[in-house]
């Protein structure tokens, strides 16, 4: 097989690898919503899984290359022991037979057929060996390492997922201390369509991709959560829940909801020791809560989030957990969230399959059905960070 066959097999093996993994991760927002809706989603999120693919593609081709010119260097540098041995052996089966290549004048001095033998075969050791041409593999890895560098360049998914190899993702960490975007001032994170917190929580709804493009979600869909009965139109990058309007009208509702409760947000968590600048994600995640809950549980998130700090809660932990317990009742001490109980309680959903080892509604089963739904929220959100080089 040829040298580029194998590394044209190991770059596939490298793209499907990789967009196996990012496909599940892509559709999870679109695992609440009703069959056709999920169907629709799905196919919107095929420009991510491509790029992932895509990134697979280089890396694995660039380590298929490497790996295979070391390997070749290795052997060229030791294949050549054997080489009088071989040479030995191949006169030693032919000098008999080749007699028409006999010097004549050899039977001068030969009395017998094995000094003839003798004579003939030290001849040909006294001839010079011939020199093997070694073919130049480290060109090969220079330019195939090169040309793979030029293109992870070009690709922030490439970029994204070499940076978090072990051996690369210290020296990553360093630079992006310098270089990564500061996050934007708290009054502008939901200015307009562009802006941060559209995108996290477009994303979180299954409406936008991460990279900001519309799916077929954002011009109407039937809420999955069917609260009170009712099957509720959703328009717009936050699913405005029934408020009508062209999808233009309800993009613009969306913005005006999440303006108003910024500022409530941020002063909140500034009270429980949360700056929200320092803490940007958790920030946007209880933005999130707020455009997706009863007010509630936004309300409680900082206070929720400030206590598990004092516990020395950190990062996805963090977030994650306040997400949860903001769904706490303080009334009840159960966790209540009734739209998603309903998306849990509908076999034809894929929440379904992650509380069906539960008794039906035991406190198992809620915190199984919320912890679902929050976790492929968050994970949205930390998506589109990433991909706006506002989180490393």
């Avoid at 580029?4 to 892509?26: D, E, Q, R, T």
């Avoid at 072990?166 to 990564?180: E, G, S």
């Avoid at 913005?255 to 909140?268: F, G, K, P």
């Avoid at 080892?357 to 199984?368: C, I, L």
Wanted: with cysteine; glycine share 8%.
């Amino acid at each position: 097989m040829k040298f580029h066959h194998k590394i044209l097999i190991g770059a596939s093996i490298g793209a499907i690898a990789i967009g196996a993994i990012n496909h599940p991760i892509n559709v999870m927002p679109c695992q609440l919503l009703s069959p056709g809706a999920k169907q629709m989603c799905e196919l919107a999120t095929i420009p991510d899984t491509a790029a992932a693919a895509k990134s697979g593609f280089v890396l694995a081709g660039t380590l298929t290359a490497i790996g295979l010119g070391l390997f070749a260097i290795k052997k060229s540098s030791g294949g050549n022991h054997n080489l009088i041995g071989n040479l030995t052996a191949s006169w030693n089966e032919n000098c008999l037979v080749d007699h028409h290549n006999l010097n004549p004048d050899s039977f001068n001095s030969a009395n017998t057929v094995g000094e003839l033998y003798a004579q003939q075969l030290m001849e040909r050791l006294a001839q010079p060996l011939p020199v093997k041409s070694e073919f130049r593999w480290n060109w090969l890895i220079y330019g195939a390492v090169g040309i793979a560098s030029a293109i992870a360049i070009s690709n922030p998914t490439t970029l994204q997922t070499i940076a978090q190899t072990p051996i690369v993702k210290p020296t990553v960490n360093a630079i992006h201390q310098v270089t990564y975007r500061t996050p934007p001032a708290i009054a502008d994170v939901a200015k307009n369509m562009d802006s941060i917190a559209a995108l996290a929580i477009g994303h979180a709804e299954g409406n936008m991709t991460a990279s900001g493009q519309y799916t077929s979600l954002i011009h109407g869909h039937i809420d999955p959560s069917l609260i009170g009965g009712r099957r509720v139109l959703n328009q717009g990058w936050c699913s405005n829940y029934g408020r009508g309007g062209t999808l233009e009208e309800a993009n613009k509702g969306c913005l005006e909801r999440t303006q108003s409760r910024v500022n409530l947000i941020a002063s909140r968590m500034e009270k429980h020791g949360l700056p929200p600048e320092q803490h940007f994600e958790l920030f946007l995640n209880i933005l999130d809560l707020w455009n997706q809950a009863s007010p509630r549980v936004s309300d409680v998130a900082p206070k929720v989030a400030g206590d598990l700090h004092k516990k020395e809660l950190r990062g996805e932990d963090l977030i994650l957990t306040t997400r949860v317990e903001s769904f706490r009742d303080e009334t009840t001490g159960q966790l209540s969230a009734g739209g998603l109980f309903n998306i849990c309680s509908n076999p034809r959903n894929q929440a379904h399959d992650f509380v069906k080892s539960y008794p039906h509604k035991s406190e198992q089963w809620r915190f199984a059905c919320i912890r679902w739904d929050q976790n492929r929220r968050a994970t949205a959100i930390r998506n589109v960070l990433k991909y706006r080089g506002y989180l490393r």
